[in-house]
């Protein structure tokens, strides 16, 4: 979330029930969001505990797939309104869609589903993809108070939706490709693996074949559709590493002679955003670009003149700086946005170096572009760093060398080694001027040192369920779902229920699935 915050103060380790303000004491922004954290997280668990992965009511269950055909042109794939909870995280759909105009997708031509629907031949599996999204003034101008003048006060957190699909010989590929990169890992003799993490890595192995046999059809082209196994080819967070820690300097072994401290060296408090930028998928190297502020200083992009950038205010911008050009589409894709370096800060116009746009790009403004915007980013070229595209190249440590990357005033991050990066993961440091540290998790040594450890990403984290399957069934297109239902407790409703559906037996309260299939944690 790219907000101006202090910190993220909520860890659900902590088991706090609640924020409690006292009397006459200063009031920070970590205070009221991490109330709210705690808030959602217990009534999401209370969800995720009493649900299961995924279901919804039975009298409003959202999100059903309904293939509707006209004898002189393509099937339309229809997504159903209603709610539906992944990971106890409350999903809505407020009316029924096609697929190819969701509320926050427009899926591009090259998209399996819509090429399915072109050529109807094989079959798909579609699933819903959750995530929450931070929705600022710029996102949003409905959140800003016209009455006071629209200051910028409060962000929002958004529940954002996806239905996606991918072909059969997809998910086994990817299946497959995870199971071999497991088969590598556990036969490498310089494998450093304890009893534990192979154990895993054999269970994890094992599940992946299962999954592969679960998804084949047999010799008479039956079976194959579990519901849940293809979850295992989606990832909730990428398994990237990356350690934060304050360069430590010289290390001096003469015992008589101090060595200097390790300390934040900056003269502000700062919430510190390192992002991947290139992403793994992207077809060359990953890169990364970091923010003092987390990426908060942004401003609408109105339009272009020649090199000139008009936006809505150029405060917080300068010469010199890298900027990020992208709209909608780039949030919602996950892909980046043109990074490119601003020559000079005139009033409302944001001038741009034509030397750091990558051949072939354009800074004009897109014709439909859906409110874009420009977001200030605080890398810079350095004797030691030479950036790529305006982006920092993402080197991971290696056996001999440790890699750690400076970013400014002592603090150094590193990448863990043969880690798979996506478009946004982001890791936040707070900075502290008055311990002279930053907030990241380190346990001391044997010599009272911190030894930094490393995490993985702080999200984006994706959340996943199964949806169902379509197929040619003949000639006519089906839609087969894997939808689970969930039955009322009060047994009023459950009555009204059963009588709603003439001839139907009384049901016990419980999640009933309309396809059966194997139980998985999504995320």
Request: net charge negative; hydrophobic share 40%.
């Amino acid at each position: 979330m790219k907000g101006d915050f202090s910190r993220f103060s909520f860890d659900a380790k902590n088991h706090f029930s609640r924020v409690l303000l006292q009397q006459g004491r200063v009031t920070l922004d970590a205070d009221p969001n991490e109330e709210g954290a705690i808030l959602l997280h217990c009534l999401r668990t209370l969800a995720r505990d009493l649900i299961g992965p995924c279901g919804g009511p039975a009298d409003a269950l959202g999100f059903g797939l309904s293939l509707v055909t006209a004898a002189t042109a393509p099937p339309v794939l229809k997504i159903g309104a209603g709610r539906y909870y992944v990971d106890g995280i409350l999903v809505e759909n407020d009316a029924e869609c096609d697929y190819a105009l969701q509320p926050d997708l427009t899926p591009p031509t090259t998209d399996p589903v819509l090429q399915w629907l072109k050529t109807p031949t094989g079959d798909l599996w579609l699933y819903l993809d959750v995530w929450e999204r931070h929705v600022s003034w710029i996102e949003n101008d409905a959140i800003r108070e016209s009455a006071l003048g629209g200051p910028d006060t409060c962000t929002r957190a958004k529940v954002v939706w996806q239905v996606r699909g991918m072909a059969r010989a997809t998910l086994l590929a990817s299946i497959a490709a995870r199971r071999d990169a497991i088969d590598a890992k556990l036969a490498d003799p310089n494998a450093l693996l304890s009893a534990d993490q192979r154990a895993a890595l054999q269970a994890q192995r094992a599940r992946l074949a299962d999954d592969i046999a679960l998804l084949t059809p047999n010799a008479d082209g039956q079976g194959g559709d579990d519901c849940t196994a293809p979850l295992d080819a989606l990832h909730g967070l990428s398994d990237a590493q990356m350690t934060a820690r304050l360069d430590p300097g010289q290390q001096l072994k003469d015992p008589c002679v101090l060595a200097p401290d390790a300390l934040y060296r900056g003269v502000e408090n700062q919430l510190y955003r390192v992002e991947v930028h290139r992403g793994s998928a992207l077809g060359a190297a990953p890169t990364f670009k970091w923010s003092r502020d987390n990426g908060s200083v942004a401003t609408r992009w109105l339009g272009t003149e020649g090199n000139d950038l008009v936006v809505s205010s150029s405060r917080g911008f300068s010469a010199g700086g890298w900027v990020e050009l992208a709209d909608e589409s780039n949030d919602l894709a996950g892909v980046p946005g043109l990074l490119v370096k601003l020559a000079k800060v005139d009033g409302d116009r944001l001038s741009v170096d034509p030397a750091s746009v990558p051949s072939g790009q354009t800074i004009a403004l897109a014709t439909g572009a859906i409110k874009p915007k420009v977001r200030r980013w605080d890398q810079t070229e350095t004797d030691d760093t030479r950036l790529d595209q305006g982006a920092v190249p993402l080197v991971e440590a290696g056996a001999t060398d440790p890699h750690w990357l400076d970013l400014e005033d002592g603090i150094q991050v590193q990448f863990a080694a043969a880690g798979s990066y996506r478009s946004g993961d982001y890791w936040l440091i707070p900075a502290r001027v008055a311990s002279g540290s930053i907030e990241w998790p380190s346990t001391p040594d044997a010599n009272g040192n911190p030894q930094w450890q490393a995490r993985p990403p702080q999200g984006i984290e994706h959340h996943y369920a199964p949806l169902g399957f379509v197929a040619m069934a003949g000639n006519e297109p089906t839609a087969t779902p894997c939808l689970c239902e969930i039955e009322p407790i009060n047994s009023c409703s459950r009555a009204a229920l059963n009588r709603d559906a003439p001839g139907a037996a009384a049901v016990p309260p419980a999640v009933r699935n309309k396809t059966p299939a194997r139980t998985k944690s999504n995320g």
